[in-house]
């Protein structure tokens, strides 16, 4: 078996453990309040963290300023409760028509 298999085997295996978990030890494990306050805010810090990177970089690169602009008008519609539909085609417009523009 070859290293790369390996490696998603055992990342398979802990990614099914790790959700196992919680119905396994749901009742026996009383959380502190403290804590599951900062589960709460860490579970949106790493959202907004995947959201910067995906949103500000390609590759190694920064993707340009158009993609940021699209995924602004994205984040807009959400918070007015737009339908998902219109999110995402008002992202991808938005950035399609600032990269026919000439924006990067």
Do not use: K
């Not at 709460?40 to 910067?52: E, F, H, K, Q, S």
Request: hydrophobic letters at 60%.
């Amino acid at each position: 078996m070859n290293a790369p298999l390996v490696c998603v085997l055992a990342l398979a295996a802990g990614t099914y453990v790790f959700r196992l978990a919680g119905p396994l030890l749901q009742g026996r494990v009383e959380l502190p309040a403290r804590t599951q306050e900062l589960l709460a805010v860490g579970a949106t810090v790493i959202l907004v963290a995947l959201l910067a990177t995906g949103a500000f970089t390609e590759g190694h690169d920064f993707a340009g300023w158009s993609r940021p602009a699209g995924v602004l008008v994205g984040a807009a519609l959400a918070w007015r409760r737009a339908p998902f539909v219109l999110v995402v085609l008002g992202a991808a417009g938005a950035t399609a028509l600032l990269r026919l523009a000439g924006l990067p």
